[in-house]
């Protein structure tokens, strides 16, 4: 398409910021071009359930053409001979051994954790629908405490389901806006990640429609807001911490201006952490600030800004929020208590280390992470850890999240489906197996990985399959 024509797709003042911000006519010629392209579609590996290694053996029989993301080692770009099957209806997605996950969206994680890999309190303040934060607990190897926020009540469900579906079990969710964490929680984070609602410029070659209702004075409108959540992160950072900022926009408006505002009201307590060597290649998006401004043209991917800054000296804190946040309603299990209950998991395969801490709430028992336990009774929680188990008269109501979560079965406990079968649990039908279970309470597993705990019941496998999560329509086989 001439340039002419591709150009009259576009509002003129997005166009106009566009050309400030290439180097020449040709850059601009090819950023319209690869913008009417469809996008290519990217896996991100989920190391809290496979080796990179070990998913590419598993998968090494499909046709699957895997293409590594230089900026993320469990990162791959992903073709298929045959893509009538969506993507997310392979067995493998759906035991969450991987995340669709978009390249450039890979990158705000690493550049995190590059510049500070010892960390025990991470914010995503962000965090739906979950990529990053499910990509930050692969980083952290579910240790420590990850805060992940969201705004939306209709997007925190969406998050819940993916950090379950992967194994996530060191996060806390709240239900915020954003702007209260500076106030609420001063200098509790040693790393944050503020991937900041945006103009969402970058996303046109996945949604045709991002730019239907763009205009200068919105975009400059969600700069106010980004001001403010940046402000809000760069309290609730400690000193010593990494901040990184990113947005899947394009403009410098929300942008290089907004991280400008930030270098310039707190001149003495931050610096910026360049990114021009974050990986190989890294140098064609690097401005001169050391941000990267990755056009969608430079890797063949989303347009994304990433910035990283360190918070070198603690600042002035915002004034104390107004609310009360109430009496926590839970509290820990006794010793005796947490006695049984260990024993009582381990005998269907339900192992947890010291990260992770015992709480009731009336009959029900849940997993915290440990490293919560300092923003207990400063912020209200939509929840935090695992539901581990319902109490009853007779022992222990297991919850699937915990089994997804916990499971390490045992040749004693574990029952491996075939392909047939697993596509029924996935349907939530039961299963009469091939072969007969050893026992009557089992892991169900496929390709080794616990898809549900289920009891037998005369010849059939009773399936426990969450209502919520049954799937309808093509599935793996």
Known sequence: MPVSDAASLFPADFLSLMRQSLPDEASFAQFLAISQQPLRRTL??????ISVTDFLRLTADYEW?????????EGFWISREDESLPLGSVAEHLSGLFYIQEASSMLPVTALFDAQTAVSAVM?????PGSKTTQIAARMGNQGIILANEFSSSR???????ITRCGVTNS???????RVFGPALPEQFDAILLDAPCSGEGVMRKDPDALRNWSLASTEEIAATQRDLLDSAFHALKAGGTLVYSTCTLNQIENQQVIAWLL???PDAVEILPLNELFAGAELAATPEGYLHVFPQMFDSEGFFVARLRKTASVDPLPAPGYKVGKLPFSHVSRKLES???????AVSLRWDDSLVLWQRDKEIWLFPAAVTPLLGRVRFSRIGLKLAETFAKGYRWQHEAVIALAQPDAKHAFELTAAEAEEWYRGRDIYPESEPAGNEMIVTY????????KKVGSRIKNSYPRELVRDGRLFR
């Not at 991100?44 to 359930?49: A, E, G, M």
């Not at 049984?340 to 381990?346: E, H, R, S, T, V």
């Not at 390709?447 to 289920?454: C, K, R, S, T, V």
Request: neutral net charge; aromatic residues 6%; glycine residues 2%.
């Open 124 to 128: 995503d303040m962000a965090a739906a």
């Open 156 to 162: 925190v469900k969406v998050l819940h389901a993916n």
């Open 447 to 454: 390709q080794q990985q616990p898809l549900g705990l289920a």
């Open 44 to 49: 991100r590996v989920n190391t809290l359930k």
């Open 65 to 73: 053409q895997l293409t590594p993301v230089p900026w993320c080692e």
């Open 264 to 266: 310039q009201r707190y």
């Open 172 to 178: 806390a969710l709240t239900h915020f806006d954003a």
């Open 340 to 346: 049984d209950i260990i024993q009582a998991a381990a």
